[in-house]
């Protein structure tokens, strides 16, 4: 049983360690701290104006990511009125016409079972995962929340390593700033927000 959570490096990642060297918090501190519910778009850019942008990019970062663009896909999650995930979805599609990437949504469910096998609390939509076209179990988050363009292809190419047998170590270090900006929930009685 997990006494406490330990919030680490990815914000939008916390990991039940239980007793350790670290802070501990609680679920609900670590949440507040690492995701961001917005409803308008004053919110989002309020959120994303916060966010650093990379600017330095490895030399092989163009020859990556369209160099695997037809073996890969991206998946996303997404819910009416999301204002994140219109802007997650715009950002991807643009990136994915730019690289050779398919993108998709998939539905909650599936979300959630993914979230779940990889250890990640489920915060809201939108979140992104890329994975190899023929193999739904292997996949690796690459937005909770959504980003800038830069990092997001920044996550794209570390996910492309990943898969294609960089050191996960290394690219879950690198990969480690997810915004946690994500759309308000929609009330569970199906009346909207």
Known sequence: ????????GIPGLVMG??????????????????????????????????????????????TTLRGHGAAFVIEMTTAPGCLPCGDLWTKLTALGAR?????????????????GRLGLPWVGN?????RPIGDDA???????????????????????KMLTGVRPAVGVRAMSKFTGIVGVPQRRDGQGQ
Not at 23 to 34: D, G
């Open 17 to 62: 360690l239980g007793s350790a060297a670290a802070q501990t918090v609680s679920r609900q501190e670590a949440m507040r701290a690492a995701i961001h519910p917005v409803a308008d778009a004053k919110s989002m850019q309020a959120w994303l104006s916060r966010v650093p942008e990379t600017r330095d990019f490895p030399d092989d970062f163009a």
């Open 99 to 115: 690289y050779g990437w398919q993108v998709r949504t998939i539905s909650g469910q599936e979300a959630m079972i993914r979230s």
């Open 138 to 160: 292997r996949v690796v988050p690459v937005a909770i929340g959504t980003d800038h363009s830069p990092n997001l292809a920044r996550n794209l190419y570390l996910a492309a």
């Open 126 to 130: 939108p979140v992104a995962w890329a």
């Open 1 to 8: 049983m997990m006494r406490g959570l330990v919030l680490l």
